[in-house]
């Protein structure tokens, strides 16, 4: 298909002109077997000389005005991509305006609310938020963009026809009201495991930047990762308990130079307003800026300066654990502790 595409490229008129091209020219300019020469003498057969060819609205080919051109960059790039939703986010595609936050499918409770908060920030920063559809990480950034009123983009691994896994029907129905779903996977295809593989190589090429949240070795978040370096997008990881087998590719991406995101503010810093944000709107400090400290927290910080434990803090301060738990995540995700193993914090 690369050779074609080329030769197309090369040939005034396009594949216009290639397709009135005699079976000996085409097999002499791209060394196609005779069976493959035969294929095609028989579709040209079928459809005539100057075949009349109908694609639907709800199907994008290479060549439409709207047809990201960053998957021409692909290895491998999608002869189609069906789609539903909102048409308006194809020029943010185009423009590969948009943030992938991937991940495995089992994370930590810790890896699901830092997934949400990010799909939540980003949406109300004015990005769209890209993902796999998948359990785990990619389901909870979708979420938490559609609790913002954000627009997310979900690149399935399955035809439009399919919800895959099944309990994920819902969103996906929330997903193309409110934002884009596409796959390059025809509505008769069959799916296998490689074309959930195959699915992050476009998810990556469609956005600005990549968010690896948590995943273990082997993991698909991982091919995502190695297709965002070596098509030049940047890499963001957030970092993991090293103790977890489901942080330690994640955490190896970190040794390998990805950037790490330790605060969500310094991040959509980097990022600037999203093609999605309101005039007014420049970051996302502007949009919902740090709580200031007040009483019970500075008790709280004093105490972890001091060295305290979960369990000294809620002595110290007559408080559940479980309360001081969400209170010192909170005060993690503005950047002002940084978690450390042991169920311990330390100011950042």
């Known amino acids: 298909m690369d050779a074609l595409r080329a030769l197309a490229l090369r040939t005034e008129g396009g594949f216009a002109a290639l397709w009135g091209w005699p079976r000996a020219r085409l097999k002499a300019a791209l060394l196609w077997p005779d069976s493959l020469l035969e294929r095609v003498d028989r579709f040209r057969s079928r459809w005539g000389k100057a075949p009349r060819v109908s694609v639907p609205a709800d199907v994008l080919v290479p060549g439409d005005r709207i047809w990201p051109d960053a998957l021409g960059a692909l290895p491998r790039p999608p002869v189609a991509l069906f789609w539903r939703g909102q048409d308006s986010l194809w020029t943010a595609l185009a423009d590969s305006a948009a943030v992938a936050i991937v991940g495995t499918r089992r994370p930590s409770s810790h890896a699901l609310r830092v997934a949400t908060r990010l799909g939540e920030a980003l949406a109300e920063a004015g990005w769209p938020v890209v993902s796999g559809l998948a359990e785990g990480v990619d389901a909870a950034a979708h979420q938490g963009c559609l609790a913002a009123s954000g627009r997310p983009i979900a690149v399935v691994g399955t035809p439009l026809t399919r919800v895959y896994p099944p309990e994920h029907a819902q969103l996906q129905a929330h997903v193309a009201s409110s934002g884009l779903l596409i796959t390059e996977q025809a509505p008769e295809a069959r799916v296998s495991r490689a074309s959930f593989a195959l699915r992050n190589r476009l998810l990556v090429a469609l956005a600005r930047v990549v968010v690896v949240v948590e995943c273990p070795q082997g993991s698909g978040a991982l091919l995502s990762a190695r297709c965002a370096q ?4 940047a890499l963001w990881v957030v970092p993991g308990d090293v103790l977890r087998d489901s942080a330690k590719g994640s955490n190896a991406l970190l040794a390998d130079g990805a950037s790490p995101l330790v605060c969500i503010d310094h991040f959509l810093d ?28 500075s008790a709280l910080l004093r105490l972890l300066e001091q060295g305290a434990g979960l369990e000294t803090l809620g002595q110290e301060l007559s408080r559940s654990t479980a309360d001081l738990a969400e209170q010192l995540f909170q005060l993690e995700l503005q950047g002002v502790v940084c978690a450390e193993p042991g169920m311990r914090w330390r100011l950042a």
């Open 230 to 233: 070596q098509l030049g997008c």
């Open 270 to 297: 980097f990022l600037g307003a999203g093609c999605l944000a309101r005039p007014e709107q420049s970051s996302f400090s502007k949009l919902s800026p740090p709580v200031a400290a007040g009483a019970q927290d």
